[in-house]
């Protein structure tokens, strides 16, 4: 047992390196500049061990967003409504000035969203991820249309809530200048939410 998690835990640090080494080479380099070798030598494993974590080089990059693939579906059904859960979860992660809401300034934050969102195979990976998040919430609100439709919506809201802040730091405005404007949005949509949706309010 104790050398099963010890297994485990060098594997989730070889993940964690491979991960974060690559992000800072693309960071510096450019995406297409950087090759999977170039990666697998700087984080000194061979080419076949880091295909064994990561089977696509995208997901060297998606892996720090990878554990909030089911988050939304999580959240709404911890109430005491699906969409009161929900935006009470987006307003706490505003609060703290979570990356996933785009309102984080920290270099390395910055750095990475410019990465993501500046690389066309990185977007189109990233809608692979959010429509799994979008689907597995569709899941846990009925499963049937109305819901696929709601998860949808829902998932939209996020997303451009936090691209929108992500936009605005990155151009160089402050959090505490963002952070006001942020929250009066995130209102307002789930407010709209609210009133399209009231079987999920």
Request: glycine share 6%.
């Amino acid at each position: 047992m104790v050398e099963t998690g010890l297994r485990e835990r060098k594997r989730q640090r070889t993940i964690q390196v491979l991960s974060d080494t690559a992000v800072r080479l693309f960071a510096e380099k450019g995406f297409d500049a950087v090759s999977v070798a170039e990666v697998a030598a700087a984080a000194e494993v061979s080419k076949p061990t880091l295909f064994r974590y990561f089977p696509a080089k995208e997901d060297l990059v998606l892996h720090r967003i990878a554990d909030h693939e089911g988050e939304a579906a999580r959240v709404a059904g911890e109430g005491p409504t699906p969409l009161a859960a929900l935006r009470r979860h987006f307003l706490a992660r505003l609060e703290r000035c979570d990356p996933v809401t785009g309102l984080n300034d920290d270099p390395d934050v910055l750095a990475f969203h410019t990465l993501l969102y500046g690389t066309p195979a990185l977007v189109a990976r990233l809608h692979t991820h959010l429509e799994r998040s979008e689907a597995a919430l569709a899941e846990a609100l009925g499963g049937d249309p109305d819901a696929r439709l709601a998860a949808g919506q829902i998932t939209a809201v996020q997303r451009v809530l936090a691209l929108e802040n992500w936009r605005r730091i990155a151009a160089g405005e402050r959090v505490a200048d963002v952070r006001e404007d942020a929250v009066a949005g995130a209102e307002r949509a789930f407010g709209v939410l609210t009133a399209g949706l009231p079987w999920l309010a």
